[in-house]
């Protein structure tokens, strides 16, 4: 794999693309969620979702981490999928935190990956990396942006 300047813009573009497939499972999700923790959560369109991706691809290091997962993601496939349940997971999980941000936002992107994972994306086939591709940038996205009642307010802990 040669990530380059050129491959970092086309994996943005890319990615950009994929908004028909994950906005869904981005709202899916932050419903599911919502309903679990008692609180409304507004969805996110289109332009939303590549207004996230983006920002994530302004911060040239967070670019260039974000273009080798997702190229690793989309390049994934074992035999039986089976044994390579614990690698795209991995890779998976990762690139949502990297999407998502710092802590603590890295660490509920992580776990909202897993959720997205297993509730809300279709398997994709073909290769075993591409439902973890779509479930790590709904979550990573989702985690990123604003709507949560917790982040909007007033942080009790702050001097």
């Given at each position: 794999m040669d990530v380059t300047p050129t491959t970092v813009r086309a994996e943005r573009e890319r990615l950009r693309g994929r908004a028909d497939a994950v906005v869904p499972v981005v709202n899916a999700v932050r419903a599911d969620l919502g309903a679990a923790f008692d609180?409304?959560?507004?969805?996110?369109?289109?332009?939303?979702?590549?207004?996230?991706?983006?920002?994530?691809?302004?911060?040239?290091?967070?670019?260039?981490n974000v273009t080798g997962l997702a190229l690793c993601l989309r390049e994934?496939?074992?035999?039986?999928?089976?044994?390579g349940f614990v690698v795209d997971e991995l890779l998976g999980r990762e690139l949502a935190a990297t999407i998502a941000g710092e802590q603590p936002l890295r660490l509920l992107?992580?776990?909202?990956?897993?959720y997205a994972d297993v509730t809300a994306v279709a398997?994709?086939?073909?290769?075993?990396?591409?439902?973890?591709?779509?479930?790590?940038?709904?979550?990573?996205?989702?985690?990123?942006?604003?709507?949560?009642?917790?982040?909007?307010?007033?942080?009790?802990?702050?001097?």
């Amino acid at each position: 794999m040669d990530v380059t300047p050129t491959t970092v813009r086309a994996e943005r573009e890319r990615l950009r693309g994929r908004a028909d497939a994950v906005v869904p499972v981005v709202n899916a999700v932050r419903a599911d969620l919502g309903a679990a923790f008692d609180t409304d959560v507004p969805g996110i369109d289109a332009d939303d979702y590549r207004d996230a991706i983006d920002a994530v691809f302004a911060d040239g290091d967070r670019a260039v981490n974000v273009t080798g997962l997702a190229l690793c993601l989309r390049e994934l496939d074992v035999r039986g999928d089976y044994p390579g349940f614990v690698v795209d997971e991995l890779l998976g999980r990762e690139l949502a935190a990297t999407i998502a941000g710092e802590q603590p936002l890295r660490l509920l992107a992580e776990a909202t990956f897993h959720y997205a994972d297993v509730t809300a994306v279709a398997d994709t086939p073909g290769r075993a990396g591409l439902d973890d591709l779509d479930a790590a940038l709904a979550a990573g996205v989702q985690t990123r942006l604003p709507g949560w009642a917790w982040r909007d307010g007033d942080n009790t802990f702050e001097p």
